[in-house]
């Protein structure tokens, strides 16, 4: 395995200059998929100088879990390179469980896989690197880009004070995954490797059975691992919230039904609302204080304006005044025209107040909003 990549060379995929890979050791992060395994024979068949390293963050099932580690064990001995494993159970329990655990208790529907990379994964990855003194760089399997601002081929706007490292979109656009990423810092991008980001997904499975890796065709693990951990999301709320019953009202204030837990429902949700109307319900508000479930007509949940909290300028230094961006608020939603004024309170900035140029449906408190100028990603924060 390690032979024949040894003596097979690849086109460059990744976005440091081949010339500084040389004599320079990188840790890759290897969860057990295909992903993951892929970017690490790349990194191997390029030259680096590879070792494994794998966050165990739950117990059971996922490629997070203990079949992952496994996998990503005997990956590594197939390439011939050492293979560590961080216990951060603890620290995923206190800042990925916990605070979606609470985040659904409040009415909210949080994003885990952004808490996870910012308060985990990276961090993580990161210390481990710095305490071994040896490591210059990581990986992982993401697919997006990072880019020196000197290698950008672009005219840049003039309204943005660029940073030294730029976060950009994948080249597929179908598995791109900057949105969950938009946490990251100037430190982690300098150190950063993301072999994938110029692959599309067919590709990877074609360069994992090129290399015989023995994750090649193992099935494409859920974006979110507490799903694949516990079979749905709705499991994983039944086991760590208790129901409360509770009313579901209609926007005018008519009672239409009951709920067992507001933590079931979600702004925009359709299905599983269990009332019947003259016309189709959509949640359109949570109250966690009064335990109440509001619904209304589709035409009720269109917005323009909605205010971010907790942001992170990945790419750009934050502005000082209204600036236009695109703004994605799902991760599977188009990037739509908008514009962003910071709220300053004492001559400081505190949020800021995001108004699209159109109505847009479902804007949900707990997700990421995220901010592009076309492939660059800027920042994102949290819509309250």
Same mark, same amino acid.
């Given at each position: ?33 295909? *992903?993951? &395994?892929?970017?690490?024979?790349? @990194?191997?068949? /390029?030259?680096? !100088?590879?070792?494994? =390293?794998? #966050?165990?963050?739950?117990k059971g099932q996922g490629s997070c879990c203990s079949e992952g580690l496994i996998d990503a064990a005997g990956l590594c001995e197939d390439l011939g390179i050492s293979h560590h494993i961080i216990d951060s159970r ?85 598995? *791109?995954? &900057?949105?969950?990423?938009?946490? @990251?810092?100037? /430190?982690?991008? !300098?150190?950063?490797? =993301?072999? #994938? ?188």
């Amino acid at each position: 395995m390690t032979k024949s990549i040894k003596e097979k060379k690849l086109e460059n995929y990744s976005s440091i200059n081949s010339k500084s890979k040389q004599q320079k050791k990188i840790v890759v992060g290897l969860s057990g998929g295909v *992903d993951s &395994s892929l970017s690490a024979a790349l @990194l191997i068949e /390029e030259g680096w !100088s590879v070792e494994g =390293l794998t #966050l165990w963050l739950m117990k059971g099932q996922g490629s997070c879990c203990s079949e992952g580690l496994i996998d990503a064990a005997g990956l590594c001995e197939d390439l011939g390179i050492s293979h560590h494993i961080i216990d951060s159970r603890n620290l995923f329990a206190e800042k990925v469980i916990e605070k979606t655990t609470k985040g659904y208790e409040l009415g909210i529907t949080p994003l885990p896989c952004s808490m996870c990379n910012k308060n985990v994964k990276f961090e993580e990855m990161l210390n481990w690197a710095k305490e071994q003194k040896v490591f210059t760089y990581i990986a992982t399997g993401h697919y997006a880009q990072i880019k020196r601002i000197e290698d950008i081929n672009k005219n840049l706007s003039k309204n943005y004070k660029y940073n030294d490292y730029l976060l950009l979109r994948g080249v597929d656009t179908n598995k *791109d995954q &900057s949105y969950f990423l938009y946490s @990251l810092s100037q /430190e982690v991008l !300098s150190r950063l490797v =993301l072999p #994938l980001g110029k692959l599309k997904k067919e590709q990877t499975r074609e360069e994992a059975t090129r290399l015989g890796l023995r994750t090649a065709q193992k099935a494409e693990s859920q974006d979110l691992c507490l799903v694949e951990h516990y079979g749905s999301m709705s499991n994983f709320i039944d086991h760590h919230i208790p129901e409360k019953n509770g009313q579901i009202k209609h926007i005018n204030g008519e009672v239409l039904g009951s709920h067992n837990g507001i933590q079931h429902y979600t702004v925009g949700q359709r299905k599983g609302i269990g009332i019947s109307w003259r016309e189709p319900l959509y949640v359109k508000k949570l109250d966690y204080k009064n335990n109440l479930v509001y619904v209304a007509s589709i035409k009720d949940l269109l917005e323009r304006k909605a205010i971010i909290k907790d942001l992170n300028w990945v790419s750009i230094q934050e502005p000082n005044e209204e600036i236009e961006v695109s703004a994605q608020i799902r991760y599977r939603s188009k990037p739509v025209k908008a514009r962003l004024i910071p709220i300053k309170t004492d001559n400081s900035i505190t949020n800021f107040q995001l108004i699209f140029n159109d109505d847009q449906s479902s804007i949900t408190p707990g997700q990421a909003a995220v901010f592009y100028q076309d492939e660059i990603l800027l920042g994102g924060g949290i819509i309250t």
